[in-house]
């Protein structure tokens, strides 16, 4: 299926109702893909990769010292990818997709050679469980919209 670029984003305050939407919440929006083909309807989200759709986990209380584990899955092999953390989400068009955190810090991180990567540390001193902190990876893919594809945004404090 060759790449269609997706509509822009038309601001809403709330997902349409009603028993011909489907849609998925997200904190950069809402994104779905059509293809029609031999009459027939085809609905996806996100990127359709062979490994799967890129992922951010992160695990830890936003208390300094706290252990914190922050994992990708499902990235490209062997490709370096952008870990992207701020203190808010100004949500900026990029690359074709949504820069949902503000790049108050941005690290660059390997991923192996099955699209993976895997990091813990202490949380740093000044954390407070009243702060939130927002993580998103972005990583060249000749797939995605500009050469570009993300993990869908997360919001501390995670689960």
């Known amino acids: 299926m060759p790449f269609i670029p997706p509509q822009l984003l038309t601001a809403a305050r709330e997902a349409p109702e009603g028993d011909r ?3 998925e919440v997200k904190y950069d929006g ?3 893909g059509a293809e029609v083909r031999d009459g027939r309807v085809r609905l996806y989200s996100d ?8 992922d951010l986990s992160m695990y830890g209380k936003m208390e300094s010292g706290t252990p914190w584990v922050v994992g990708v899955e ?7 990818a952008l870990l992207v953390a701020g ?3 100004p949500s900026s068009p990029f690359k ?3 820069l949902v955190p503000a790049a108050d810090v941005v690290l660059v991180v390997a991923l192996d050679g099955s699209g993976f ?4 540390a202490l ?7 009243d702060l939130t902190l927002w993580l998103q990876v972005w990583m060249p893919d000749p797939a995605g919209p500009q050469g570009w594809s993300a993990t869908r945004a997360r919001k501390s404090p995670p689960p």
């Open 21 to 23: 939407w489907l849609h």
């Open 30 to 32: 809402f994104r779905l």
């Open 47 to 54: 990127l359709l990769h062979p490994a799967g759709v890129p």
């Open 74 to 80: 499902h990235g490209l092999s062997a490709n370096a």
């Open 87 to 89: 203190w808010s989400a």
């Open 96 to 98: 074709g997709g949504v």
């Open 117 to 120: 990567f895997e990091d813990s």
């Open 123 to 129: 949380a740093p001193s000044g954390l407070t469980p």
